[in-house]
């Protein structure tokens, strides 16, 4: 038996086990009634709910429109992309995963350990974006291998050219916060990609198309279960630039391994041709996200391969700054054709002596022998009696010191000038300073698209046109929405001869037999020209033996025909040395590649006897006489 | 050994329900694991199903084996499961973060769990033998205080903050169950709820997380909360009729997590609805009233706190997991018993059936 302490549970005991059961009834009790509360009270809001929980939608990238050249040719396109990813949840194990994937697909595991450590955080991982066509068919071959790894499909930008035209077409890639908080409201979200640069970005709005959409069922990890409704992407305007596709290419191939730019415009209207801007940059490697390294590796290359120089690269201009003089001292009455200068090859001014590029001088020199041989004396004569303030007037009037408005990223330049220098330098002008800004040293800054608008005007009477590489608008099937003619924004301040006087020179630049283009001629068509030389370093002594990175930028604009002109050409040389020697050639053959004429040798030396212009009895172009109004 | 009397002592009841629950879990484990998703988890129900047999056994040996003679061995066995949880500390294999396994060849087992039944013996055994004139001191606390309070710190720093939770909840019970002068358990009360903010500091991060998501579910529902909000949008979604058997898109489409584990009665209530659920809790309830019965009506003391501190463990596994999923209590890995897929779990719980089984059938015995 036993003792009456271990036999049944004493009083007390009972007392509390009566307690605990009410304490565990009422317990049961409020998980009743909160199940309750939620199935039954709260039951419709949650199952809605749980509906949301599983249908998502999935926004699908838009079908940028294509950019094509001015005869078709597609420049721009789209093409499928493959990404491969993983669902850490769906792999049994990632050690494993990681080995039979290695030694297939270039994958950077270092990048993505991060990411890896904490599955967690990231519900799919992006392993490789773009594969190639034996990636995908390796994955697909071994997807059974391959638990929670799969492929997605997308359209991406493919720029059929590569390098070719980067600068102009432009580069797509992921919004920015700054870009989205002004492009919400048309539709953007984070993620979205957008012309970045570029005809891309200039016309972003047009080639933009409607993002689609998959109503999908998914799972908690995000995977597709069921397409439940889909609304198609939908594709954004074509659009059709006034480039040429061929000449493009002619003078990507002749400016390959350099730094400069070169653009080709048509004086008649302001549409860009050709537009090269070197050392350039493959636009596909943005399209899918660039890497960190590729990044980097752009932004620290001191070439700097993103800048499009055409427009965003400032020089002085050099010698091709005399035309501007020339027709500034024509137009103010301070020499008239006849006016002579002898040039015994310096210019002493003050207590210092401005040198000729010139040993020994050009000996008497007009304006028209002046500007055909590049005489420095002249212009230094000139530039001092017009004065800095003048010859800023003219520069402008010519649009230098502002932006084309080609595109909002072109830089300015700069027209210097006496209120410039007091508000930027805080300083008074000195008048020695005029005579290195009258060769276009010193101060003076322009872009390759604002000399190249200089040439254009001079070519064509004294127009100046807004330029522009687009040509046309169109629906994705082809109907023209849009065209875009030429834009006048003004006239330059020069009468109609003195534009014929200065045109006649530059066709003496390079057709006369001291004139410093001729390696610009041409047989069969009337080129005119203007070479230039910027100096890295001042004093500098000519030929190879300077490091490059000293050696003197070279310029070359030019015209053609020259009576009935087609063509405007600037090509900017970095440190090529000498602006006519280098490119004058360049030109030759853009001319003759427009003309569609069989391709010649450049001539070996200068004209011996010089060929007149045989001008049309009736100019084609616009030589309407002009109002010369000073700006 | 077997009386007579004895077999006609079974709980037939106590097994009803029993059956009734883990015929329910099989069930919901095999929709759990069999949504519109391979899971590679197909198999689950039969292994659990083989759980549940061995489980039966392991029930029917307990409850053969007089718990007299059991409790005798209370104190060796508490040292013997004390030391394993040193070994599961020093050696224990990790999983997610936590040491709780301990490896035997093929096998592998949570000494945590069969611990929890040696402190209830231990601590019941304690109370039959410690008696005084006037009613217990406080210092009578301290032993049983002590046998709770080790495995309780070595669970905790595995860390399984669930079952440590149970251990504290059962041994509160056992210690109000036994007698014990109540002026001395509302003081030590007190005390501890001025120990709170400093036990608070203790917890790891994702620990405090919890705590806080529970006190505020509507804080980052995507983030900390996001299993507990899951969970009540499946137990709300599935209304008063609920979704029907294998319908559930919440667990279908795999938004729950854990959902044949730990969240296993988020997914019963979403294909099963209200209807449901409140007659599971009746079972459960009927369940573990006839553990207070077995307790109010056993032959000795032992018997009674014996059967209390097991009752106690199940209702404390049984309210926190449903409080979890509902979001009344904090996101603590404990299971359904009986219903959650998991070997451990369903073999502790059948031992403690095994043993309410055991001081049932012997209520009219006297050794």
Redesign the interface.
């Given at each position: 038996m036993p003792q009456r302490s271990h036999s049944n549970p004493n009083e007390e005991t009972r007392r509390r086990l009566r307690l605990l059961m009410a304490g565990l009834v009422l317990g049961f009790v409020i998980m009743l009634l909160r199940l309750w509360y939620l199935q039954v009270i709260e039951g419709e809001r949650f199952a809605a709910l749980s509906e949301n929980n599983r249908i998502r939608s999935i926004p699908q990238r838009d079908i940028r429109g294509q950019i094509v050249d001015r005869y078709g040719k597609v420049l721009v396109d789209n093409r499928t992309s493959f990404t491969l990813s993983v669902l850490p949840e769906e792999t049994p194990k990632l050690d494993l995963l990681i080995p039979r994937l290695k030694d297939q697909l270039p994958i950077r595991w270092d990048e993505l350990e991060p990411k890896l450590k904490h599955p967690y955080a990231y519900r799919t991982i992006q392993l490789l974006k773009d594969l190639t066509r034996e990636q995908v068919a390796y994955v697909a071959e071994h997807r059974w291998d391959l638990p929670g790894v799969f492929l997605d499909v997308e359209h991406v930008r493919h720029y059929m050219y590569g390098e070719l035209s980067a600068h102009t077409l432009g580069y797509i890639g992921e919004i920015n916060e700054d870009q989205l908080k002004d492009a919400r409201e048309h539709g953007y979200r984070m993620g979205d990609y957008i012309g970045q640069s570029g005809v891309e970005k200039l016309y972003e709005r047009e080639l933009r198309g409607l993002k689609g959409a998959r109503e999908v069922e998914v799972d908690a990890i995000g995977r597709e279960l069921q397409l439940v409704q889909e609304r198609e992407p939908g594709p954004g305007m074509n659009l059709v630039l006034t480039l040429d596709l061929g000449l493009q290419q002619l003078v990507e191939d002749e400016m390959a391994g350099q730094a400069g730019a070169v653009v080709v415009m048509d004086p008649r209207n302001g549409e860009i041709l050709a537009m090269v801007s070197k050392p350039s940059y493959d636009p596909n490697l943005f399209v899918t996200g660039i890497s960190v390294t590729n990044w980097m590796r752009f932004l620290k290359d001191p070439r700097k391969p993103l800048q499009n120089r055409a427009i965003q690269a400032q020089y002085p201009p050099g010698s091709t700054y005399k035309i501007i003089m020339a027709v500034a001292g024509l137009e103010e009455g301070l020499i008239t054709p006849k006016t002579t200068v002898h040039c015994n090859g310096f210019f002493p001014f003050g207590n210092r002596v401005f040198k000729d590029w010139r040993k020994g001088g050009h000996g008497p020199v007009n304006v028209h022998s002046a500007l055909v041989q590049s005489c420095d004396v002249f212009f230094y004569t000139l530039g001092h009696r017009l004065g800095i303030d003048t010859i800023a007037r003219y520069a402008k009037g010519f649009g230098l010191g502002l932006p084309s408005g080609y595109d909002p990223l072109e830089k300015p330049g700069l027209v210097p000038s006496t209120a410039w220098k007091r508000q930027a330098r805080g300083e008074p002008w000195y008048p020695g300073e005029t005579i290195s800004a009258a060769i276009g040293q010193g101060y003076n800054l322009v872009t390759p698209m604002q000399l190249l608008n200089v040439i254009s005007a001079v070519a064509n009477g004294g127009v100046r046109y807004r330029p522009h590489i687009v040509k046309r608008l169109e629906s994705p099937d082809g109907k023209l929405i849009q065209e875009f003619g030429p834009e006048r924004l003004g006239e330059v301040p020069a009468r109609p001869e003195t534009l014929r006087l200065v045109q006649q020179a530059l066709f003496g630049v390079v057709n006369e037999p001291r004139g410093t283009g001729w390696r610009g001629r041409h047989e069969q068509v009337n080129i005119g020209g203007k070479t230039g030389t910027v100096q890295v370093i001042s004093n500098s002594p000519k030929g190879d033996r300077l490091p490059e990175r000293f050696r003197d930028h070279g310029w070359f604009v030019a015209f053609a025909p020259v009576e009935n002109p087609q063509l405007a050409i600037v090509i900017l040389g970095e440190h090529g040395g000498r602006g006519g020697s280098t490119y004058a050639p360049i030109a030759r053959k853009i001319v003759e590649h427009y003309f569609k004429l069989p391709p010649t040798p450049p001539p070996q030396s200068p004209a011996v006897v010089q060929r007149p212009i045989v001008r049309p009895p009736v100019a084609a172009t616009s030589f309407v006489p002009q109002p010369t109004t000073a700006q | 050994m077997i009386d007579r009397r004895m077999l006609l002592n079974i709980d037939w009841t106590l097994l009803l329900m029993v059956f009734g629950i883990a015929a329910w879990g099989l069930v919901t484990v095999y929709s759990a694991t069999h949504g519109?998703?391979e899971t590679?988890l197909e198999e689950l129900y039969l292994k659990q199903l083989y759980w549940f047999i061995a489980g039966l056994v392991l029930m029917v040996s307990v409850s053969l084996l007089d718990y007299q003679l059991l409790s005798r061995a209370a104190y060796p066995l508490l040292t013997l499961g004390i030391l394993l949880l040193v070994v599961v500390f020093v050696a224990g294999r990790a999983a997610s973060g936590a040491r709780r396994w301990l490896v035997l060849g093929p096998l592998s087992f949570q000494p945590s769990e069969v611990v929890k039944v040696f402190v209830v013996l231990s601590i019941a055994r304690y109370f039959?033998d410690t008696?005084r004139e006037g009613g217990l001191r406080f210092r009578d606390l301290l032993p049983p205080l002590f046998m709770v309070i080790v495995p309780f710190a070595l669970i905790a720093k595995q860390p399984d903050l669930g079952t440590a939770l149970v251990l504290f909840f059962v041994a509160c019970?056992l210690i109000?169950?036994?007698?014990f002068p109540l002026k001395i358990l509302l003081s030590l009360m007190g005390g501890s709820l001025i120990a709170l903010p400093i036990g608070w500091t203790f917890l790891k991060d994702y620990q405090k997380v919890r705590v806080i998501t529970l006190l505020n579910p509507d804080f980052d529902p995507l983030g900390a909360g996001y299993h507990s909000w899951?969970s009540?949008?499946?137990?709300?979604?599935?209304?008063?009729w609920g979704k029907g058997l294998l319908a559930g898109?919440?667990s279908g489409?795999?938004?729950?997590?854990e959902k044949h584990t730990d969240f296993i009665f988020a997914v019963f209530?979403?294909e099963w609805?209200?209807i449901g659920?409140?007659a599971l809790?009746v079972l459960?309830?009927v369940l573990?009233?006839r553990g207070?019965s077995i307790?109010?009506s056993?032959?000795?003391?032992?018997g009674?706190?014996i059967a209390?501190g097991l009752?106690?463990m199940l209702?404390v596994y049984i309210?926190f997991n449903?409080?979890m999923t509902?979001?009344?209590t904090p996101v603590v890995g404990l299971p359904l018993p009986l219903f959650s897929y998991g070997g451990s779990s369903m073999l502790a719980t059948m031992v403690a059936i095994g043993l309410l089984l055991n001081i049932r059938m012997r209520r009219f015995l006297?050794?």
């Open positions: - | 519109r998703l590679h039959t008696h019970t109000f169950a036994s007698g899951q009540k949008i499946a137990i709300g979604s599935g209304g008063f898109t919440q489409l795999n938004f729950l997590p209530a979403e609805g209200f659920t409140s809790m459960y309830l573990v009233l207070i307790a109010y056993s032959r000795d003391r032992l009674a706190l209390t009752v106690a209702s309210l449903i409080g509902v979001g009344l006297y050794s």
